[in-house]
């Protein structure tokens, strides 16, 4: 099922058109629901707690009078159904998120942005003035890539305060006003330095790219 309505991803499209109705920047926004399966923390975990089991069911057959003491198959038939649980339990995505590292998730989610941002062809703008808008769900991560071109003209720091308030708005589920307002912040940026001039042919897709 599609993370938004089609009325809010009109309304991210009619905003990229409108920013780059005042820029010769190229604008692309980009939804991916998660960066990364992350298949090996559902193992990982699973095969940590099966490692322990034979131990827990040694102290419950020594120290409880209702345990029948297993033999050494049982101890294997348990460990096996334990991990085969477990890696269904931490399967399950929220639980599964929570376990993995932040600097993982977001090593992960950057690695993805970047691969959109040449896949998407902001890499091969006339004038180098693409721009990716990133959003990553699962990770809560946000990332701006400008290409090689505005950041000839544009100050790093200038774009804190908008990918600052990107993230805040996401890490509250406002990935809409999000979108909105970093693409409108973005343009009145790019304004300053890359106005639209006559002939200017838009180049890439605005429409919202969910992956």
């Not at 109705?21 to 095969?47: C, H, K, N």
């Not at 020594?62 to 348990?78: R, T």
Request: net charge negative; proline share 3%.
């Amino acid at each position: 099922m599609a993370f938004l309505s089609q009325e809010q991803k009109d309304s991210i499209r009619d905003a990229i058109r409108e920013a780059e109705s005042r820029t010769s920047g190229e604008f692309v926004a980009v939804l991916a629901q998660e960066s990364d399966g992350y298949r090996f923390i559902p193992v990982l975990w699973a095969a940590l707690v099966a490692l322990v089991t034979p131990a827990v069911v040694l102290v419950l057959s020594k120290f409880s009078a209702f345990w029948i003491e297993p033999g050494l198959a049982d101890v294997y038939l348990i460990q096996i159904l334990v991990f085969l649980v477990g890696i269904a339990v931490f399967g399950l995505s929220p639980l599964k998120m929570a376990l993995i590292p932040a600097r993982v998730k977001h090593m992960r989610a950057s690695r993805l942005a970047h691969e959109q941002f040449h896949r998407q062809g902001l890499a091969n703008t006339e004038g180098s003035t693409g721009v990716l808008l990133f959003v990553s769900v699962a990770e809560h991560y946000v990332e701006i890539i400008a290409d090689r071109g505005i950041h000839q003209q544009v100050e790093e720091g200038a774009w804190d305060a908008i990918v600052a308030d990107f993230v805040r708005r996401v890490a509250v589920g406002q990935v809409t006003e999000g979108f909105l307002a970093a693409i409108d912040g973005c343009g009145s940026l790019l304004q300053q330095h890359f106005p639209r001039e006559g002939g200017d042919v838009d180049e890439l897709p605005n429409h919202l790219i969910e992956i």
